[in-house]
């Protein structure tokens, strides 16, 4: 039934009750401070990264280069400037492929792989050309206890460059690993190497 002014009148008992439509515009607010943080997420974590990799890259010119004439110079700098807008463009400048948070650990760390490499290579050796050196190849699980992914591919890597042992497969808590001998498979599984790879503590994936 419809009332003179055109709404529709439901009776419920007695009494007329008109029911009547009303559309609300919603109203959408643009702001562009929280586009960029939403979109972009490069407020505070980019941008150190990007300027360290920058003073990197633009350093390894210079070492590899050898000129300090201003016209190389400049074009060093513009090479430089494009592969970080380039990096930037592709989203590939992050904590991960450039970890610069971790660079006291990571030179650390470095050296003591270096040792071990040396030590494992010395160890080898002697097994291929020295009598009485025993063989025996192995695949054990070990512990991982890193918490990120950066750790743990660091972690499996330092295996692998390790003579004697090769990191097979790697899961969540444990990485699987051909060892040759079981001297080479004990030491790793104390964990001593596990515990100097360099990872952000407060971090966690």
């Given at each position: 039934m419809?009332?003179?002014l055109g709404?529709?009148?439901?009776?419920?008992g007695?009494?007329?009750?008109?029911?009547?439509k009303?559309?609300?515009?919603?109203?959408?607010?643009?702001?562009?401070?929280?586009?960029?943080?939403?979109?972009?997420?490069?407020?505070?974590?980019?941008m150190?990264?990007?300027?360290?990799?920058?003073?990197?890259?633009f350093?390894l010119?210079i070492?590899?280069?050898g000129?300090?004439?201003?016209?190389?110079?400049?074009?060093?700098?513009?090479?430089?400037?494009?592969?970080?807008?380039?990096a930037?463009?592709?989203?590939v400048?992050d904590h991960?492929?450039?970890?610069?948070?971790?660079?006291?650990?990571i030179l650390s760390?470095?050296a003591y792989?270096?040792?071990?490499?040396?030590?494992?290579?010395?160890?080898?050796v002697k097994r291929i050309?020295?009598p009485g050196?025993?063989?025996?190849?192995?695949?054990?699980?070990?512990?991982?206890p890193?918490r990120t992914n950066l750790?743990?591919?660091i972690?499996?890597?330092?295996?692998?460059?390790?003579?004697?042992?090769v990191s097979?497969?790697?899961q969540?808590?444990?990485?699987t690993?051909?060892?040759?001998?079981?001297e080479?498979a004990e030491?790793l599984?104390?964990?001593?190497?596990?515990?100097?790879?360099p990872?952000?503590?407060?971090?966690?994936?």
């Open positions: 419809l009332s003179p709404s529709k009148e439901a009776p419920i007695r009494l007329p009750v008109k029911i009547i009303i559309q609300i515009p919603v109203v959408y607010c643009y702001n562009p401070v929280l586009l960029i943080l939403e979109q972009q997420q490069i407020v505070d974590r980019p150190k990264h990007i300027v360290s990799l920058g003073i990197l890259l350093g010119w070492a590899l280069s000129h300090m004439e201003p016209l190389l110079i400049s074009l060093g700098v513009a090479s430089t400037l494009l592969t970080l807008y380039l930037h463009r592709m989203d400048v991960e492929s450039h970890p610069i948070h971790l660079t006291h650990r760390f470095t792989l270096i040792r071990e490499i040396v030590v494992a290579n010395w160890d080898v050309i020295m050196k025993s063989i025996s190849p192995q695949m054990i699980d070990v512990p991982m890193q750790g743990r591919v972690y499996a890597n330092a295996i692998t460059l390790t003579p004697g042992t097979v497969r790697l969540k808590d444990t990485i690993v051909h060892a040759l001998a079981r080479t030491e599984q104390t964990g001593k190497m596990a515990s100097v790879v990872e952000d503590p407060r971090s966690k994936e």
